[in-house]
Each structure stands twice: as C-alpha cells, then as structure tokens.
C-alpha cells in the first residue's frame, strides 16, 4: 500500500492487514467458503475460532455478505452474516457501553465496506473500528455523533420506533437482513415494514428470522389501494394475533390468503406496466431535453435494464427516477471534467456559465427528474397511477371501494389492523372513508416524515382533529367539523360525491361517532423511508424521555430533529427485594420441569436484588402538537447533490495528511506519557532542591500509577491463579496506561504546587508539622475532584465517577498510615525531628499518591475482576444454553435409553453425525474458554453451580468428547474454524487432557 510508507506515524500494521484481507474479498465478489464457516451459530464469539480469524475480520467478511447484492446473496447466507456480525460486535464490546459500542462497530464496518475504492477513507476508517472495540465512553460517543447516532440507555428500553418503511421488495433498497440490521443500528425496537398488494412467503420469512435475531419487534404490513372518486385511499392492513413465525408462515399459505395475493400480483403488475409506459415516454419525450440541457448524448432507457435494476421490487416513479439518474450521472460526470479543463483557461464570464453549468449538473439528482420529467401533467399520454383506472385490463382489486375492501380483508382468515394512510387524502376524503368503513379502520397515520420534510402538514393537522373529535364523542364538536369540512368542499367541487356523502355524515353524527365509543381511533407514525433519500432524515422516531440524558441534550442542540408529535411517555420500575423472591418471580412466570430448569438470562435475569425499568407510551395519547417530545433517530439529511464540483477534491484529500487521531497506537501511547510527563517533570524539577525529587520525582509519580494499573488489570484477570495460558502482558491494556499516566502528570502541578505548596503551606500554614490530618485531607479531596473531573471528561459511566471520588477520600487513613511508618523509620534511624518532618513535607503529595493508588488498586482491581465475570457469565449463559439444547435433542434421539448412563459417542456419530458435531463445536468453546478467557474457570464453577443435576452431568460427560483426537483433529482439518486452524489444532492437542483432568 502507498500510504504505508508515506505516513509511517499514523495507522496500525492491524489496520492495513484488515484492509488487505477485506478488499481481496471485495474484489473477488464472495466470502470464501471456509471463511464463511466462521458464521456458524454454533461457534461462539468468544470461542475456539479467535485463534483462526481476528474478530475485524470476521465481522467485516459478515458484513461484505450481508451487504452483498440481492442476486448474489441468499437469504440464509444474509441470516447467517447478521448473526455473526450481531454477536461479533455484542461480544466484545465495551462493558459500559455494551449496545452503544456495538452499534458503533457495525456502521463503521458498514462504511468501510462501501469505502471500498477509497484506501484512504478506509484506513482511517478501520483505525476507528478498534479504538471503538475498546469502548471508550468518550470515544463511542464521538463516534455515534460522527455517524448522526444518538446514544440509546444501555437497558435497551428505549420507545424507539417506526411503523411505515420499505425493503427493496417494495421501492426500498435495502434487502429485508440489511433494513433490520440498520434499524438495530439507529436503536429502533419496533418496526412497521409495508408491502403493496402482497407479501411473499419467502422475504417474510427473511424478515421475520432477521428481526429475531436481532430482537426486533417487526409488524408486517400490506398497502392496498381503495377507490374513492378520482383518487386512492391507501389502506395498510395488518394482520397479528400469531404464535410466532411459523404461525404466520402457514398463515400466508392459506388458499384464502394465496388467492388474495394473487389478485394483488394482479395490481403489481399492472402497476408495472404504467411505470414501463412512463420510461417510454421519458425516452421519447424528455430525453432529448436533458440531452440538450447539458451538452450530453444519454442513450435511451432500455426496459430490460430497468427491470433489472428494480430486482424484487415493485416498479415505481422512484425506480425509475433513480435508474435515469444512475444512467445520466456518468456522462454528466463527463461533461464536468471536460468544461474543468476549459476552466482553467477560459474568460471570466465563460468561467461564470461554466459554473452555473455545473451547478445545474450538480443539483440533478433523482427527485429532480420526478419533479420536472415524471409527473402525470408533462406524460399526458400515459395513465396516472395515482387516479384509479376505468378501462376493462384494470386488476378486480382496484376496482373496489374502501368499504369493498375492507370487506374483502375482514374475511381473510386472522385478526387485522387496518390503518389509513391520509398523505394524499384531504380532511373530507378521510372521514369519508372512516365512515364508509363503519369503525373498521383502526389507525391514522397522523405524521410521516417524508411528508413532514416536504412540508405537507397542514393537511395532517385537520385530519389529526378528526381523530381527536371523533374519539371525544361530543356530538357538538362533531357537527361543527363536518359542516366546516362540508363548506370547503362545497365551495370547490359543489357538484362532486364528496358533497353528498358529507351531508349523510352530518345527518348521522351518533353512527360516526358509535364506531370508536369502545374502541378508539388511534395513531400511527412512520418515515415512509426506502433507505437512500438525500431530503429526509431516514427511518426512526423515539419517544425522547425514554433516552439517556446526553441523548436528549443532542436533541436539544439539534432541534430539527424535534418532529411535532406529543405523547405520555410512562416510565415502569420493577424491582425484587432479595433471592427468594426473585426466584418465585421466576419461576410464577416463566414454569419449567425441575430437570431443565435454569437460571434466567437477559433482562430478567438483573433483576436480583436490583430493578428492571421499561418505558411504556399511554393509552391513546399521541398527537400533533406544536413543541412535541418525539425526535427522528435519521442524522442530517445529505446535501442533495452529485458532487460535481470544478475543485479536484480527491486530489486536495490525498494531499491532507491523516488526522492526529489516526496516529498508530504506539506513537499515540508514547505521545500521551510524554505529555503528561512533562508538567510532571517540570513541576518536581522547578519547585524541588534535593536532587532525588528534582531528577526521579516525576519517575516516581509515574511508576506509582504505572504499576497500580498493570497490577489491578494482573489481578483483575486472576492473578497468580490464572490460567498458564494467559500471559500477564495479554490481560493489560497498555492505552488505558497510557491514558491513566497522561491524566496523572497533570495532577502534579495541582496536588504538589497548587494545593500543598501555594493553598496549604504558604496560605494556610498547612503541612506534616503543624496538621498531618488536614494536609492529606486536603490532597485527597482535591485529587478526588481531579479524577472525578477528568473521568467526567472521559464518560465514564457516573458510578465509577463517583466511586473514584470516595476511593481518594478512603486513602486519607492510608496516607497518615504511611506518613507515621516513614516518620517513625526517620526518627529510628538517628535523623532529627524537625528534618525528619521537613522531609516528610516535600515528600507529602507522592505519599498521599502512593495511598491513594493502593487503594484504587484494590477497588478498580476488584472491579476488573467483576468486570472479567460479569463478561463470563454471558459467555458462559448463552454457550451452556446451548449445550443444554444439545441435550435436550439427544434425549429424543435415544428416547428410551438413560443418555446420561450410556453416552456412546461411536453410536451417536453413526445415528446423527451432526449432533456428535455440535458436541465437539460446544467442548472446544469450552476448552477455549478455560485456557484464554479472564476468570473463566470461576465463571464456569458459579455457573455449574446454578444448574440442574442433570444438566451439570451432561456438561461434564459431553467434554469428554475432546478424548476423540482423531475425531476432533479432523473436524478442524476439514475447516470448522477457516484455512487458519494451525493454531486451535495445536491449542486442542496440547491442553485437552489437562483441561479434562481439571473438570475431572
């Protein structure tokens, strides 16, 4: 790589490894197939495959497969990629910023595979992917800024939403694993995807997998079209009420359901048929006029490439649109470099023209040529899809009426919600349609974001009013709405249907309003988004009080993110007071047989002797309002634009030099130690006479931090007790030194001179002679409010703000401790009282330092340790479910023999090879585990501890699995954990039989 050599300083040799690999995969077009093992479920993140594949390179190769093309791709393998990519990032992210820095981690893979062509932005981009693993608060935090994400409460509870959005299996482009796995990345828990006319089994399932795997409640909804006059009324309808994905799967094999659907291919394809019309017309109409407007030759649009470009999509306007944008742009690019060469040599006023020119180009983009070239008035000759057709080809479901239709879906066999989608419906064509449909539309969709970004609101209001009067009841308020609505329409289309059916209304006020008396008309808010728009912000809303604090002051700073939207958020505490009762919680709600029963996992599972505190919205309480409290999730709209522009900027980025942040760590490490060194230095050295202090004073002071941090991380992962695999150099973090040496030199300056030479000594005539007590008193408390201030500045969660700040308050004891032991070795030692104390004076703040890290090395050390355990018991809860489910599919292969007396590997691997697999997948987890993995061992005792008797006998008989060499060797031979099994292979081989004996 060029920039290798040119920038020596910035970027890691990790960085450019991971480069290399991911753009050889880039260029090949696939994942390998024995890279693409790695995804298997039954493979832990933590587990035996870390020795085959660094955890970047597996995400990114995920990542490559989820966003691959839709004809490349399968559905399994987009599955199989999001939940390798999901428990990647999970599983090795920060421990307070678990979720947050997940999140972080997938977008940036995400743009580095996009970045692809881009070496430099992918450089930089890969060197912000492992500081992001690291979990930095304020780093994660930059990070989402960076990327228009806002921080989601790590409880994951967050009202975050979206009830209107495509897949590319509509006029989307995002496939159904990559729309989720994006929502999962804006933080959204609720998702309304909606198809036209059907919904194949096929994507359903996709989607449905998807969400599950990434814990995401999605609702699939249908848009059918409704004829009311000259116009459609969109209904969504929503069916619900199943037990799961599997019952919705037969749901749609219905032969009722199969036979709707088919008249809604009916309607698709008609539908396409007027989009082709429209390209014809394109072609043969505005072509030419683009053609002449900049100077450019665009052949014309050919059908079958169109097609080609929509895939699975319905064919619509933003189809179309997009696919003349995509052919148009290249020769406008064209067009901009020839008339940059005449710029530089041309006249002032030619340079002029050439630059509105190129503007022009530059500000043609696909809503362009909607707005001027597809519209219904400038194709005269091709019907208007949004006006109902007349003719005998039109498809039998547009013909029918709102009452027709929602007549047609009432008899589908399930439970619905129908929701009416008003963003081309006047107030009059509303409740036209509520009343037709006597009560059955149950939803209006009150704000959509698309429309919200156009500026169409107004509309929206009045409808908004005749949610709220209609769900009021007062016949008073009802009678003046419909006569209002009654004289618009009178006086724009006196003569029209529209007229008579108000009038209807208004004579049977009590039946309108009988329809929601019990039930009431409730909203709906969506984006309507379809994944590429550059004029609205993108999918998601949330409920901003559900948000942590920072989040909602971004969206203070941001207020466009506001939408104007009001609703109750309620805030739900459960909390269980001890162990007995939060078992009999347990097990009220969630009944098992004694033999399998576990402990939970998950949310409930943090329940013990704490609280769970979810977010709820109140019954019907959402509404338009002027200053609202729901704010969109999608960052900044893009300029729109193609980035033409007569400035070579790729030249003037490869001229730029990489920022200071991008520095390779070593270089970033020693600069942080020299900084903070330096103030250090400087003060010993100017405010010091005897040389010890004056020369080794700052070495000291740094010593006493350096080696707190690495024995609190030592003992943290075990100490003298930890595995012999696990070197002490692998469990310290050499950035968290240097960060904790650069924080510490500038506390010399004001713990030394400041506080004990300036403020006490000289001041206050404070010192070891006339105070002891107040002098290390006032150290401590100052050193409290340095640390504290600086773990703010860091964002560091506040519970170890504030537990840092008590720590320096606990080494005051500890400090008059070793202040009295140095004294009284002095005066032991024939040195005179008065010298004895003058010493201990200069001398003071590094013994206040030396006690207070004894003391933070027993505290953060303690919760290194519980931080190692807390990381184990998830590793630890979800390997040994699954090991359980092992069993639980053993017992019903031997359904009449006791497994646990008479476990047979040989008969096992001849009846069912693949469960003798999955066996030997889960033991080499575990072995893997035992030997690398920070207090794994005591992780895995406490967990034995809480299982069944049975359980616990499984888990220990199925590791023995690892005394089948033969057997092992070859499954890691064949490629269970990639190409690279050199080093697993050898780790089996090596530790088996100690790790067997220890179980033993």
Sequence with gaps: MAGRSQHRLYYDADDYRLLEIVNKILTRGKNPRLLRKLFEPGLHPRGIKEMAAPRALRIASAMIDLLGTLQSGTPEERIAALRAVHAESLHDAGQALRFNSARVCMQIMKEIVRAHGDEAEQLALAHDFREASSGKPRLIRRQLAK????????????????????????????????????????????????????????????????????????????????????????????????FGRDDFMRFLEDPAVVAFFAQGREAVEYERARVLELLHSFNENHLATVNKRFSVEVPPLEEAAFLKSVGSGTASLVHLAEHAHQKILPHLVARTRALTEAYKNDSEVERAKIRAEVDAMNRFDSETIVDEYLRADVNPSVRSRDKP????????????????????????????????????????????????????????????????????????????????????????????????????????????????????IL????????????????????????????????????????????????????????????????????????????????????????????????????????????????????????????????????????????????????????????????????????????????????????????????????????????????VGGGGLRRSSLLKWKELVSWNRVADSLFF?????????????????????????????????????????????????FRGLPSGAIVGNFFRTLLSIPVALGLNAIVLTLLLSGGVEQAAALAGLQLWAAIISKTASDSVAALIEGSADRQHNLASRRIDYEEKLARVCDVYARLETTFPERDVLAHLDFDELKAKNPGLLRDIVIDALDLLYFWGFQPRARIALKQQLALMSQDERRFVLQSQKVLERKRDVSELLLDGLVGKHFEGALAFYLSNSERYLEHLA
């Excluded at 929602?406 to 419906?425: E, G, K």
């Design 507 to 714: 004579r049977d006020l009590e039946t309108l309003l009988s329809f929601y008396r019990v039930s009431r008309l409730h909203s709906r808010l969506g984006s309507d988004s379809i994944g590429h728009s550059k004029h609205t912000r993108g999918m998601g809303l949330v409920v901003a009080p559900s948000l942590p604090w920072r989040a909602r002051r971004e969206i203070r700073r941001d207020p466009n993110r506001m939408v104007p939207v009001m609703t109750v958020a309620l805030r739900h505490v459960v909390t269980v007071c001890n162990e007995r009762s939060w078992w009999k919680f347990w097990s009220a709600h969630h009944p098992t047989p004694p033999q399998t029963r576990r402990e939970p996992v998950g949310e409930l599972g943090k329940m013990r002797g704490g609280r769970v505190e979810t977010w709820s919205v109140a019954h019907n309480s959402t509404t338009l309002a002027a200053k609202g409290n729901i704010a969109s999730l999608g960052g900044t709209a893009e300029q729109p634009g193609n980035g033409l522009s007569l400035v070579e900027r790729a030249s003037l980025r490869d001229a730029q030099r990489p920022s200071w942040r991008h520095l390779n760590s070593n270089t970033m490490n020693v600069a942080k130690i020299l900084l903070g060194f330096l103030p250090a230095f400087l003060t010993f050295y100017l405010t010091k006479d005897w040389w010890l202090l004056t020369t080794f004073g700052a070495v000291i002071w740094f010593g006493i931090t350096g080696l707190r941090n690495i024995l609190q991380s030592v």
């Design 389 to 504: 057709p007349d003719g005998a080809d039109a498809p039998a479901l547009l013909l029918l009426d709102p009452a027709a239709m929602v007549d047609t879906l009432s008899r589908l066999p399930c439970r619905a919600r129908i929701t009416l989608n008003p963003s081309n419906l006047s107030p009059a064509d509303v409740l036209q349609v509520i009343y037709a449909t006597r009560g059955r539309v149950a939803y209006l969709e009150i704000f959509n974001l698309k429309d919200w970004a156009q500026g169409r609101t107004h509309h929206r209001r009045l409808i908004n009013e005749i949610r709220l009067v209609i769900n009021s009841g007062n016949v008073v308020e009802a009678k003046r709405m419909v006569r209002e609505i009654l004289v618009d329409v009178e006086q724009e289309a006196p003569e029209s249907q529209a007229v008579d059916t108000l009038r209807t």
């Design 147 to 242: 990327f228009h994400l806002l921080e989601m409460p790590e409880a994951w509870n967050q009202l975050a939403f979206d009830h209107h959005v495509h897949d590319a299996n509509t006029k989307g482009r995002k496939s159904p694993t990559h729309l989720i796995m994006d929502a999962w990345i804006k933080g959204l828990r609720l998702l309304g995807v909606i198809y036209y006319n059907e919904v194949d089994p096929k994507v359903a399932a996709e989607l449905l997998e998807a969400a599950s795997v990434m814990g995401i409640d999605v609702r699939i909804g249908v848009e059918v079209r409704a004829r009311l006059e000259d116009k459609y009324a969109r209904l969504i309808w929503s069916p619900h009420g199943f």
């Design 744 to 792: 510490t030199g500038f506390s010399v300056p004001l713990l030394d001179f400041l506080v004990k030479d300036l403020l006490l000594a000289r001041g206050l005539d404070i010192n070891t002679t006339t105070s002891p007590f107040l002098l290390y008193s006032a150290i401590a408390l100052a050193n409290g409010i340095y640390i504290s201030s600086h773990n703010t």
